[in-house]
């Protein structure tokens, strides 16, 4: 069965206080990993999938990186708008759920000014 | 851009009632979603649909059903609301196998 890990549950920055976010994960043939982030009350929003262990992606202050057992949510210099919820899921090759994903629980980032 | 659209943001239905939740999406993809998000317990998967009328029980399937007679619109239904069911339920779409675009969620409270 696949599982996903996320930590640490929450953290909290300073502005500009660079950190990184965990995502372990066991999965039986990988097709893909995805980050979302998720304001209160709100759906996910997709940010990045990643295939294959050395597989990186950026997008603004965001970089996620990938191994054959967990993924990171690099966050440099980051900003007040960048608290949220930062959501990790897998899709395994053996999932009876097809394409759907499995996720994990979630990293709550707060950065205060 | 994808959009998803939920038919309510917030819901407030009685113990028993029949509740139906109805989701959108504009972007042609075949494959359709419907999560509940709970506290301390993620996202997890209801059920999920690969083509009209087509559907599959994801984890959790027990007390809802769904149906899909269109290819943009999935609709959730409760048979017979109970207080457990109280939750966000968020309906996903995807393109094959590529990353699933979400709803704004609705937040139902059963009472």
């Known amino acids: 069965e696949d599982q996903v890990t996320q930590s640490p549950e929450a953290l909290r920055l300073q502005e500009g206080e660079s950190s990184s976010l965990n995502c372990s994960y066991t999965v039986s043939g990988l097709r893909g990993l995805f980050w979302y982030r998720q304001d209160p009350g709100k759906g996910p929003e997709f940010l990045f999938t990643l295939y294959s262990a050395g597989e990186e992606k950026e997008k603004e202050r965001l970089k996620a990186t990938l191994t054959k057992k967990e993924s990171f949510l690099h966050i440099t210099a980051p900003k007040p708008e960048d608290s949220a919820t930062y959501l990790c899921?897998?899709?395994?090759?053996?999932?009876?759920?097809?394409?759907?994903?499995?996720f994990g629980k979630g990293t709550s980032l707060l950065v205060t000014p | 851009d994808v959009k998803v659209t939920q038919s309510s943001r917030y819901l407030v239905k009685r113990t028993g009632e029949k509740v139906f939740l109805e989701c959108v999406q504009d972007m042609d993809h075949e494959n359709m979603f419907w999560y509940r998000q709970d506290p301390g317990l993620g996202l997890r998967l209801i059920y999920f649909s690969y083509d009209v009328k087509m559907k599959e029980k994801g984890d959790i399937p027990e007390g809802y059903s769904v149906s899909r007679e269109k290819k943009e619109r999935f609709s959730l239904i409760l048979e017979s609301a109970s207080t457990n069911q109280t939750s966000m339920y968020l309906c996903?779409?995807?393109?094959?196998?590529?990353?699933?675009?979400f709803g704004p969620g609705t937040r139902l409270t059963v009472t």
């Open positions: 899921a897998v899709r395994g090759g053996d999932s009876n759920s097809g394409y759907a994903l499995n």
């Open positions: 996903a779409s995807s393109f094959g196998a590529l990353e699933q675009y």
